[in-house]
């Protein structure tokens, strides 16, 4: 199975700052369509989870562009500009190349 | 709009066999493919297993010999069944639409001994 490896484990920010999670997977995340099946979801508090990108970075429906994925092969990252109360919580990031899908093992995401 | 919802019990009794029941709406079983992920109290994501929608299945190896996923296209329902139920199976269990882009709200089910 694939292993997608997430830092930190968890991250203290005060409102208006700008964080990056990264997230590194054990093999090569792209598909033989070209394409690269790497999404981030985030559970807030009691809540399940929702996706805000999809294949690395493209925004999910009704998701602010205060939200951005790069990265390519093995190695992502999650940036969150200028980090508002409702976006605390735990990131995940999942892949969906390879079978069976994996997810990380999350970054939890407090206020300062 | 594109809805979720798991139905199930909240306990379930040791050894006993857990049955869940996702019902979907906006969107149909025969064009998108269900997951089934659990999570256990506090901590991380498991993929258990998916209904795909040509009508297979797969499931995650850790639960291969215990699980089963089957479908009811007319009623838009997606079935978890996992026998030999343990007190590390407690967990919230999920139904996701393909590509994890919308989850249900979840079942928390507790074995108990």
């Known amino acids: 199975d694939v292993v997608m490896t997430q830092t930190p484990p968890s991250l203290s920010v005060a409102i208006g700052q700008s964080v990056s999670i990264s997230c590194k997977s054990s093999q090569s995340l792209v598909y033989s369509d070209g394409k690269t099946y790497l999404h981030w979801l985030l559970q807030s508090p009691g809540r399940s989870p929702k996706r805000l990108i999809y294949q690395v970075s493209n925004l999910g429906s009704g998701v602010p562009d205060r939200f951005s994925g790069t990265g390519s092969q093995k190695d992502f990252t999650l940036k969150i500009s200028r980090v508002e109360a409702e976006d605390l919580g735990v990131y995940y990031c999942?892949?969906?190349?390879?079978?069976?899908?994996?997810f990380g093992a999350g970054t939890k995401l407090e206020l300062k | 709009q594109v809805q979720l919802k798991e139905t199930g019990p909240d306990l379930v009794q040791l050894t006993q066999t857990l049955s869940i029941t996702c019902t979907v709406s906006g969107f149909s079983l025969t064009t998108y493919n269900v997951h089934w992920v659990r999570q256990p109290p506090g901590k991380g994501l498991e993929w258990m297993g998916a209904?795909?929608?040509?009508?297979?299945?797969d499931y995650n190896s850790a639960f291969k010999s215990r699980l089963s996923i089957s479908r009811d296209t007319s009623k838009s329902q997606v079935f978890l069944k996992m026998n030999s139920l343990q007190t590390d199976d407690t967990a919230k269990y999920f139904c996701?639409?393909?590509?994890?882009?919308?989850w249900g709200q979840g079942v928390m089910v507790t074995v108990s001994s």
């Open positions: 996701a639409r393909q590509a994890f882009d919308y």
């Open positions: 999942a892949q969906t190349t390879h079978f069976p899908p994996t």
């Open positions: 209904m795909w929608n040509g009508g297979g299945t």
